[in-house]
């Protein structure tokens, strides 16, 4: 069963305009880690951010910022004022008890922004 | 500060032959993962090592094996190569800390079997 969902396939956006990313995962475990990583045409998995199960705040670095709701099992990610170098595609994914040993990926949010 | 670094980048292959893909952790770091990305795929999680033993085994198929060294070092050995087999395959690290359970990934192998 896919444990993370990424919905949007591929989002393509004009430079400038916000987007969000939605991610929604599934686990009955208490103690979970969440995490986003870009990938950009080079094909490197670049670390974005991480937020374990019991750290609800949500943050805003920069242009990018996070929305953590345990109620919805989401775990969304905003890019304010996108530009063209944002042009990735996006994962999402979870690392699970009570190993903490592999990661869940989503299938991935291609993001196009346009000039 | 150093990163995870794989070698070779890219790899070119004939089916039914053998390739093998190297993966140096970052300093200190005692734990390996391997994963393989298909061509629009996301990256799937095929083993794992910690201090040298297994830790953990994902989809990785019969004809994959992998080993961790005394250095951390780890090597991917893949043999009978499938045209299936081409991705990009990534190595990451970790350390046992309970604080991050971050993985840091490496530039990744791109494989083409042909």
């Known amino acids: 069963a896919q444990k993370v969902t990424q919905a949007q396939t591929e989002i393509s956006v004009v430079e400038k305009e916000d987007v969000t990313l939605d991610c929604v995962y599934e686990t009955r475990d208490t103690t979970y880690y969440l995490f986003w990583y870009k990938q950009p045409p080079s094909g490197e998995l670049v670390f974005l951010i991480r937020?374990?199960?019991?750290?609800?705040q949500n943050e805003i670095s920069g242009r990018y910022s996070w929305n953590f709701q345990k109620s919805t099992s989401s775990f969304n990610f905003t890019i304010t004022a996108s530009q063209v170098v944002d042009s990735a595609v996006y994962f999402c994914?979870?690392?699970?008890?009570?190993?903490?040993?592999?990661?869940?990926f989503g299938s991935g949010t291609k993001l196009n922004v346009k000039p | 500060a150093a990163g995870v670094i794989q070698s070779p980048r890219h790899l070119i292959k004939e089916k039914r032959e053998t390739a093998t893909l190297k993966c140096y952790p970052i300093?200190?770091?005692?734990?390996v993962y391997w994963y393989q990305q298909g061509p629009g795929q996301d990256p799937q999680f095929l083993i794992s090592?910690?201090?040298?033993?297994?830790?953990d085994k994902g989809s990785i198929p019969d004809r994959f094996s992998a080993q961790q060294f005394s250095d951390y070092h780890s090597e991917l050995n893949m043999s009978s190569l499938e045209l299936g087999d081409s991705a990009l395959y990534f190595c990451a690290s970790s350390a046992v800390d309970l604080a991050s359970y971050e993985q840091y990934f490496g530039p990744g192998t791109r494989l083409t079997v042909t």
């Open positions: 994914a979870l690392l699970r008890s009570p190993n903490f040993n592999k990661f869940y």
């Open positions: 090592f910690y201090e040298k033993m297994q830790s």
């Open positions: 937020r374990n199960s019991f750290d609800e």
């Open positions: 300093p200190r770091h005692d734990t």
